[in-house]
């Protein structure tokens, strides 16, 4: 199935199965769709351990390219777990230093731990 043309959406989602209305998506699976692809967990490593960083250095980092690792961070600026340090509407030209938004990650833990243990 192509997802060309496509635009994922990184907020809150409802998931529709076949024959059903649409449901709403919980923080426990947001949580896991934000932190989830393996690149995004390495960049919030990354982040965590070397911070702040631009986004040619994660993505040297990380072993993707500029525009996923972008792709990556833009997901995860929505979501308000890394925080450039120049606002979105400024960065035209410009390099964005991202720094983890610690708090909203101990959000996401904790909402991923509580769907695995079942609460």
């Known amino acids: 199935m192509s997802t060309a043309g496509t635009a994922r959406q990184d907020g809150p989602r409802t998931r529709r199965g076949p024959g059903q209305s649409a ?3 919980s923080k426990e699976d947001r949580a896991i769709d934000v932190i ?3 690149s995004r967990s390495a960049i919030l490593r990354e982040l965590a351990r070397r911070g702040p960083l631009g986004t ?9 390219t500029r525009s996923g690792a972008r792709a990556h961070l833009d997901a995860l ?3 308000g777990v890394v925080i450039g ?4 509407e400024a960065r035209v030209g410009r390099k964005v230093r991202w720094v983890v938004n610690p708090a909203a990650v101990e959000g996401l833990l904790t909402a ?3 769907y695995l243990l079942g609460h």
């Open 23 to 25: 449901v709403h998506v």
């Open 36 to 38: 989830g692809p393996r």
């Open 56 to 64: 040619s250095e994660l993505a040297e980092a990380v072993g993707i």
């Open 77 to 79: 600026e929505a979501q």
């Open 85 to 88: 340090d120049v606002p979105p």
């Open 112 to 114: 991923i731990d509580a």
